[in-house]
């Protein structure tokens, strides 16, 4: 029997068709551990404190809760201006 739930979630966030941020997150698909996503943020340090990301995890808590994820792993990553 196939699985209904999403094994992945991306939303990316644009300004002026220029990427400023985004999270992703991969769900395990072991029975013992798909509860579990392994979840990557970033946001260019110019776009802190917009509520961006609290905007990202919003719309990953929605995708959690709908695909059955209760345990979120979490890396941070700062990417750098070129």
């Not at 220029?18 to 509860?35: D, Q, Y």
């Not at 990301?53 to 345990?71: I, K, M, P, Y």
Request: avoid cysteine; charge should be positive.
């Amino acid at each position: 029997m196939k699985d209904a739930h999403q094994s992945s979630f991306m939303y990316i966030v644009e300004d002026n068709e220029k990427l400023v941020g985004f999270l992703s997150a991969k769900r395990e698909h072991i029975n013992r551990i798909k509860h579990s996503a392994y979840i990557v943020i970033g946001i260019f340090k110019s776009y802190t404190g917009k509520g961006i990301g609290r905007r990202l995890f919003n719309e990953l808590d929605n995708w959690a809760t709908d695909n059955g994820v209760t345990r979120l792993e979490l890396t941070v990553m700062k990417p750098e201006m070129v």
